[in-house]
């Protein structure tokens, strides 16, 4: 978190200013923290060795208990009061007020949440992320099937609480507005609906179509050391820098490609197929726009 703090209006005491920076510094360790776990879950999906994973599993869940811990201090709920409820609120800009709001939601939801709910969840993240892999390559669902149950028993169980919290009308509505704010089930299917019927539309007349390309392009051997290449030049002509001396960026190989991390480092990976380099240019894309 940068250290760039935007004054507020002439009449705020120090007093008051004193105790929101008191905030802001809680928050910033909390974000180091959890940058600090996002590296290691990188690490986990790219560099760990196989027999890892149950101890990594175990460092997962120790830093979510810490994490939680950070977030549900009481003496955030302090601060939270005296400077939400002080008539010097009104003073504080947009970015602050917005600051103090982000906090506060969190600082409710994770309150509300038992610490050992949160240490099994993550845990059980880590454990279904490997055994998926075994399963996709074995192509057996019934391998992953038993570890997916326990994660969705243990996201319902969070779902549940949060509800409560962020008062939606059923647990779904919960867990969307984690990744879309004040969104819910009602408001999204309708989108979906429509793009699924156009979609469906233009795929047919696609299909149906005379004039059909010539695809060998796409699916003639690429060695995945030049396509290592043609990933790192897209992404250097996107802006996003993975080889310079002040580069702040990474592309690694890994099951499913995604982004992690926050700030000075944020790292993407993509997946190289020697006869589909195609599938690889359209991640990194994609993956670099997160980044960026």
């Known amino acids: 978190m940068k250290d760039n703090v935007i004054e507020a209006g002439e009449n705020m005491t120090n007093d008051t200013r004193l105790q929101y920076n008191k905030l802001l510094g ?4 909390l974000i180091i923290l959890q940058s600090a776990e996002s590296i290691i879950q990188w690490d986990m999906e790219t560099m760990m060795p196989p027999r890892a994973v ?32 002080n008539p010097e609120y009104e003073a504080f800009n947009l970015i602050e007020k917005r600051n103090i ?3 506060k939601q969190n600082y409710e939801e994770q309150t509300a949440l038992p610490e050992k709910l949160v240490s099994e969840i993550t845990r059980q993240q880590a454990v279904t992320v490997n055994t998926w892999k075994k399963a996709k390559k074995a192509q057996k669902f019934s391998l992953l099937k038993p570890e997916l149950e326990k994660l969705v028993s243990l996201t319902k169980r969070e779902a549940e609480i949060l509800m409560k919290v962020k008062q939606t009308t059923n647990p779904y509505d919960a867990l969307i507005d984690g990744n879309e704010p004040k969104m819910t089930a009602v408001q999204i299917a309708p989108i979906f609906t429509q793009l699924r019927k156009g979609l469906k539309q233009l795929l047919n007349k696609i299909q149906n179509s005379s004039n059909q390309p010539n695809t060998r392009i796409l699916h003639q051997n690429v060695p995945v050391e030049t396509q290592r290449k043609i990933a790192t030049i897209l992404a250097q002509t996107l802006g996003y820098d993975t080889t310079s001396a002040n580069a702040g960026g990474r592309i690694d190989e890994t099951e499913h490609p995604f982004t992690s991390g926050q700030y000075d480092d944020v790292r993407i990976t993509t997946h190289y197929y ?19």
Do not use: N, W
Not at 26 to 29: A, N, P, Q, R
Not at 281 to 290: C, K, R, Y
């Open 274 to 292: 020697p006869d589909d380099f195609a599938s690889s240019i359209f991640s990194v894309l994609h993956e670099t726009g997160h980044a960026l």
């Open 26 to 29: 809680k928050t910033k360790d």
């Open 54 to 85: 149950e101890l990594r599993s175990q460092q997962l869940a120790l830093l979510s208990r810490i994490s939680h811990k950070l977030s549900t201090d009481p003496e955030i709920g302090q601060l939270l009061k005296h400077v939400a409820a």
């Open 101 to 103: 709001y982000l906090i």
